[in-house]
């Protein structure tokens, strides 16, 4: 099995913070470089045991989406590699794989979430009062039903420690302006239908995910930080997929039910994850990479 990393540690360059699962390292004027450890978080708390592999997974992942999708809008990445600002060949293998050079830009205070299937938070709102996000649904729709049409429902962007809360879209209109705001909503859908159809064609639904934006110096839209991943997305195996039911997943929500089922109160410190729940996490995860892409971190 692939070694885990829980955090880098590179003295070549400035480190400027530390996220639930990404390192950043500042990388010379208007660049950074972007570490995914194997870091886990699952309700808003980092689990102190790493999942091995998973951020090369992640990584490769995003790259393979932001080459595909990079006709719906720019990205982040740029022309440099990790060897191009990591001299120490220790710290060059160190994150091999799972490290990326981007460009910087100023990152917009939303998180743009797309929903295509009626799942999670978003049926149980539904069971209670016919919406999701405040958006109101025609009745009689059953939990994993495809949506009759994709929404877009941003929520704020927490503190590590806090949790995101949903926000409607005038809301996300006040803190963008509206121009912004309509742009963010019209490419994530775009981003997000043109995903699901790829990945439906490799037995794989996309039940919903989650883009960060950012703008460039001119102002114009930027997709940044990961794309369509285990991690930011619901994956589901297209042939267990029954509405009425929520389908087996390949990101995860396997922790997570493990989780609940622990007892865990979801406040720090997280409980560690038994070898095997960690380990098939693992293989989810580069399953999902695998049916995606063809292709593996090994």
């Known amino acids: 099995m692939t070694q885990a990393l829980f955090q880098s540690e590179l003295h070549g360059l400035p480190l400027l913070a530390r996220g639930k699962v990404r390192d950043i390292y500042e990388a010379g004027p208007g660049h950074l470089l972007i570490v995914t450890t194997d870091r886990l978080s699952a309700f808003d708390v980092v689990l102190p045991t790493p999942i091995p592999g998973k951020g090369k997974v992640l990584n490769a992942l995003s790259n393979f989406w932001f080459a595909r999708l990079g006709g719906v809008v720019a990205n982040h990445l740029c022309e440099l590699t990790p060897d191009d600002v990591l001299s120490d060949p220790a710290e060059r293998r160190q994150v091999a794989g799972r490290a990326v050079v981007v460009k910087r830009y100023r990152t917009l205070p939303i998180e743009a979430i797309v929903r295509g299937y009626l799942v999670g938070s978003g049926w149980k709102e539904y069971r209670a009062g016919g919406t999701v996000c405040g958006i109101a649904l025609p009745a009689g729709l059953r939990e994993a039903d495809r949506l009759p049409r994709t929404l877009f429902t941003p929520s704020t962007k927490a503190e590590a420690g806090a949790h995101d809360e949903n926000i409607s879209f005038e809301q996300a209109v006040e803190l963008l302006g509206r121009s912004m705001a309509g742009q963010v909503q019209r490419v994530a859908i775009a981003l997000y239908e043109e995903a699901a159809a790829y ?93 995606l892409t063809g292709t593996d971190i090994d």
Do not use: C, H, M
């Not at 990945?199 to 114009?220: C, H, L, N, V």
């Not at 930011?232 to 509405?243: C, L």
């Open 199 to 291: 990945a439906r064609d490799k037995g794989i639904i996309i039940a919903d995910t989650k883009f960060e934006f950012g703008t460039d110096d001119s102002g114009a839209l930027v997709l940044i930080d990961e794309a369509l991943t285990p991690d930011s997305s619901r994956f589901w195996p297209a042939d267990a997929w029954q509405p009425g039911s929520n389908p087996p997943s390949f990101d995860k929500q396997y922790v997570r039910d493990w989780l609940e089922s622990s007892g865990w109160n979801k406040q720090p410190p997280a409980p560690q994850l038994p070898a095997e729940v960690a380990e098939r996490t693992a293989a989810k995860y580069r399953e999902a990479l695998q049916r």
